[in-house]
C-alpha cells in the first residue's frame, strides 16, 4: 500500500514537472516569436476599456491575447465580438478555459500569427506588443478601414502621431490610443 502511494505521489510530480515545463517552453516561443508573456495589469483594463467607448455589437480583436483577459471583460462589460489571437497555444488553451468558465459567449481564441490575421472586421484592435513586432505590423494597421481604433498598451506606433488622440499614462506602461 507504502508502496503504491509512493508511486501514485512520484507520478503526481512528475505530471506537474511535465506541465511545468511544457508552459515554460511555450512562454520561451512567445518570446522568440515576437512578444515575451507579460499580462496587463488587470488594474488597467477598465480604464482601457472606458476610454475605447465600445458599442454593442462591435468586433473587439485582442493581438497576443495572452490570458485573454482584455477581450474577455470587453465582451462580458460591453456585449461585443470578441477574437482573441496568440501564437502560444498554452495560452489560447487557457483563455478558452477561462471563457469557457465565466459563460462567455461570442468569443473565439485562435492560435495563430499576428501576421496571418485578418484585421478588416475589428472595429477595436488591442495590443501589447513589443515594438520591434509592432513596427512589422504597420503596413497592416495601414490598411485599415478609416475609424478603426488601435489601442497600443505600453509602446506607441512609430510614424502614426497624427492619428494618436489620447495617452492614458499609468507606471509603467501608457496605453496609447489611435483612430486609422
Ligand atoms: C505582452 S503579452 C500581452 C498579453 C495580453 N495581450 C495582455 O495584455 O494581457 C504579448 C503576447 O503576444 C503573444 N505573441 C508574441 N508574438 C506573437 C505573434 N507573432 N503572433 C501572435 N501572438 C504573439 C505572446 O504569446 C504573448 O501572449
Given at each position: 500500500?507504502?508502496?503504491?502511494?509512493?508511486f501514485?505521489?512520484?507520478?503526481?510530480?512528475?505530471?506537474?514537472?511535465?506541465?511545468?515545463?511544457?508552459?515554460?517552453?511555450?512562454?520561451?516561443?512567445?518570446?522568440?516569436?515576437?512578444?515575451?508573456?507579460?499580462?496587463?495589469?488587470?488594474?488597467?483594463?477598465?480604464e482601457i476599456?472606458?476610454?475605447?467607448?465600445?458599442?454593442?455589437g462591435?468586433t473587439?480583436?485582442?493581438?497576443?491575447?495572452?490570458d485573454?483577459?482584455?477581450?474577455?471583460?470587453?465582451?462580458?462589460?460591453?456585449?461585443?465580438?470578441?477574437?482573441?489571437?496568440?501564437?502560444?497555444?498554452?495560452?489560447?488553451?487557457?483563455a478558452?478555459?477561462?471563457a469557457?468558465?465565466?459563460?462567455l459567449?461570442?468569443?473565439?481564441?485562435?492560435?495563430?500569427?499576428?501576421?496571418?490575421?485578418?484585421?478588416?472586421?475589428?472595429?477595436?484592435?488591442?495590443?501589447?506588443?513589443?515594438?520591434?513586432?509592432?513596427?512589422?505590423?504597420?503596413?497592416?494597421?495601414?490598411?485599415?478601414?478609416?475609424?478603426?481604433?488601435?489601442?497600443?498598451?505600453?509602446?506607441?506606433?512609430e510614424?502614426?502621431?497624427?492619428?494618436l488622440?489620447?495617452?492614458?499614462?499609468t507606471?509603467?506602461?501608457?496605453?496609447?490610443?489611435?483612430r486609422?
Amino acid at each position: 500500500m507504502t508502496m503504491i502511494l509512493y508511486f501514485l505521489i512520484l507520478f503526481v510530480e512528475l505530471v506537474i514537472l511535465i506541465l511545468v515545463a511544457v508552459y515554460g517552453v511555450t512562454l520561451l516561443f512567445s518570446s522568440a516569436m515576437g512578444a515575451p508573456y507579460v499580462p496587463t495589469s488587470k488594474k488597467r483594463i477598465d480604464e482601457i476599456l472606458k476610454e475605447a467607448r465600445l458599442k454593442k455589437g462591435q468586433t473587439f480583436l485582442e493581438l497576443g491575447s495572452g490570458d485573454g483577459r482584455i477581450v474577455r471583460n470587453a465582451v462580458k462589460q460591453y456585449n461585443v465580438s470578441g477574437i482573441g489571437i496568440d501564437i502560444n497555444p498554452t495560452l489560447t488553451f487557457i483563455a478558452r478555459l477561462y471563457a469557457k468558465k465565466e459563460k462567455l459567449k461570442n468569443i473565439i481564441f485562435k492560435t495563430q500569427s499576428v501576421f496571418d490575421t485578418d484585421l478588416a472586421k475589428a472595429h477595436v484592435i488591442y495590443l501589447f506588443l513589443m515594438p520591434q513586432l509592432i513596427v512589422k505590423l504597420l503596413p497592416k494597421f495601414s490598411q485599415l478601414p478609416a475609424n478603426t481604433l488601435l489601442i497600443s498598451h505600453g509602446f506607441k506606433l512609430e510614424g502614426w502621431d497624427k492619428k494618436l488622440y489620447k495617452v492614458v499614462k499609468t507606471e509603467p506602461f501608457s496605453t496609447f490610443f489611435y483612430r486609422a
